[in-house]
């Protein structure tokens, strides 16, 4: 007898349809897969044997053969437990019911029978969906899937629970999410910029940075609260849009790490990966691939740490998914996609002893360990950091008696106003914020006066700013007149924006 199932696998955060074929004849009991199958689905044999006679149903000993199509695919992981189990119980006639076409199944099956989530269960919910089919698929996962409107969602614990609901002798109500319950939940803010005491110059800069999605390098002494800024600026990020924040999960729901209970990531992710990460740890790969820190931090802030503390090249490959949005990591067969828009925030001393212009502790580091402690950081890297700030240490006195501070909602608001503000002015040039500016574009939205002008080249002049740090100073210029409701550059947008290329200058 032969059976068909369909399934879903995911290929980068998409995923697509795969045939389970299975064919039972007579002849020697065996079992066997073909189809490019992995190690984990040859794995999946054992548990689907096992899993299958500790429900109570009897593993025919005959000939067994499973296909997965398309064969030119490769297919990972354990999801394909399910739907085989399924498939060899209906080509033995144990499912009777006709609606099996109408689903795609997938899910992991432990021996006895239970059955235990997957990964990837929004991506597969999203192809159920172009593809006009229902979905089965573990409990656990299910809200998961059901974010997907318009998606029938069927979640099921056992491997007789949904036997018995194919039959059709056992009704299961399809899983249904209010995803606004879920909107007004987040924002939990247990963190808020106003927790920083003074720092007021930091909190501007990081509020610019926010406001045109410009990345951020933040010099200072150890102590001086670059990690407690850094890990506040999700706070003062536009709230994440449901098409955002479905993005978002896709990637986190892939390489399973979404919380438990919490199906829809609606708070933007900051992720901090120690220095010590490998290249595919930060931008995705591996054996079996899996999405790297930027894309988990997709629609978030990727921290890195003493920034200089990081391999070279590790630093070098992050050019590729910041430059595009996009990591693609090519295998034998196919290439995979997964998102990477985030934020950079860096964080470093200024001197390998980290007292460099303290003012109250001596520097010990000679000019020379300076520049080659600063030159740490490639060029190509610092070329896409628009904007630099000193975190000096901050005095006792301010950390103790601070009048109350902004809160990140009243930053928040000024930073949504910037980004409508972009939004509408680049609706057709298929950009969203000032950071996205080529240098075509700049030249058409970034005019500025004679005056500002004359205020440029002295800038480029005296303080011996490069001939790159120009277009950046204009860009984020924009956004400061942007947070100003200013439809023009104006030279006091341009004076600050010059502030923020410290790195630019001489070492001090
Ligand atoms: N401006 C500040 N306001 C409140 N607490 C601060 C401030 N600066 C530093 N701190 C305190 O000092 C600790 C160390 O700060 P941290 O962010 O780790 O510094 P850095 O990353 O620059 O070494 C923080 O956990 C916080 O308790
Ligand atoms: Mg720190």
Redesign the pocket.
Same mark, same amino acid.
């Given at each position: 007898m032969l059976s068909k199932v369909l399934t879903g696998t995911t290929l980068g955060i998409d995923a697509y349809l795969v045939e389970v074929e299975v064919d039972i004849s007579r002849g020697l009991p065996s079992f066997s897969t073909v189809g490019l199958p992995d190690n984990a689905v040859k794995e999946s044999k054992d548990r689907v044997k096992s899993a299958v006679k500790n429900s109570g149903y009897a593993f025919p000993a005959k000939r067994i053969t499973v296909n997965l199509a398309p064969a030119h695919i490769k297919k990972e992981g354990t999801t394909f437990d399910l739907p085989v189990a399924i498939g060899i119980l209906k080509a033995e006639g144990i499912i009777t019911g006709e609606t099996l076409a109408d689903y795609l199944i997938l899910g992991e099956l432990s021996l006895d029978g239970r059955i235990k989530p997957v990964k990837g269960a929004l991506s597969v919910a999203v192809a159920a969906k172009s593809l006009n089919k229902k979905l089965i698929l573990p409990k656990y996962n299910c809200e998961e899937a059901a974010l997907v409107e318009g998606v029938e969602v069927v979640g099921v614990d056992t491997l007789p629970e949904l036997v018995e609901f194919l039959n059709g002798n056992l009704t299961i109500d399809t899983c249904r999410v209010d995803l606004s319950g879920y909107f007004h939940a987040s924002s939990s803010g247990h963190i808020d910029i106003s %927790? @920083? &005491?003074?720092?007021e110059h930091v909190k501007r800069a990081l509020e610019v940075s926010a406001a045109g999605g410009h990345n951020i390098l933040m010099i $200072?002494p150890? $102590?001086? $609260? &670059?990690?407690?800024?850094a890990m506040r600026v999700p706070t003062i990020l536009p709230d994440m849009t449901l098409e955002e924040a479905i993005e978002t999960t896709k990637v986190h729901s892939v390489a399973g790490t979404l919380s438990p209970g919490v199906p829809l990531v609606t708070e933007r992710p900051f992720r901090s990966p120690h220095h010590t990460i490998s290249d595919a740890g930060l931008i995705g790969g591996g054996r079996v691939p899996r999405p790297g820190e930027v894309s988990l931090a997709h629609n978030g802030v990727l921290f890195l %740490?003493e920034l200089p503390e990081f391999r070279k090249n590790v630093l070098e490959v992050l050019r590729q998914p910041m430059e595009d949005g996009r990591v693609v990591i090519s295998r034998a067969a196919v290439s995979l996609t997964y998102p990477s828009e985030f934020m950079l925030v860096g964080?470093m001393n200024p001197c390998p002893c980290g007292f460099l212009g303290d003012g109250h502790k001596e520097c010990v580091c000679t000019p020379m360990q300076v520049a080659q402690y600063r030159a740490k950081i490639s060029g190509p890297l610092l070329d896409r950091i628009d904007i630099h700030c000193d @975190?000096p240490a @901050?005095r006792f006195k301010e950390?103790a008696g601070q009048s109350a501070a902004e809160s990140s909602n009243d930053v928040k608001k000024r930073v949504n106003a910037a980004r409508a503000a972009q939004a509408q002015r680049y609706r057709e040039s298929g950009i969203f914020s000032n950071s996205r500016l080529t240098s075509k574009l700049v030249k058409s939205y970034c005019a500025i006066s004679a005056e500002s002008s004359r205020l440029m080249e002295t800038a480029v002049d005296k303080l011996g700013l490069s001939a790159r740090a120009y277009t950046r100073i204009l860009k984020v210029a924009r956004t400061i007149a942007d947070l100003d409701a200013s439809d023009a550059i104006k030279t006091r947008h341009i004076s600050e924006a010059i502030q923020y290329r410290t790195l630019d200058r001489q070492p001090s």
């Open positions: %927790d @920083v &005491k003074g720092q $200072g150890p $102590g001086s $609260g &670059k990690t407690m800024l %740490d964080a @975190v @901050v950390l």
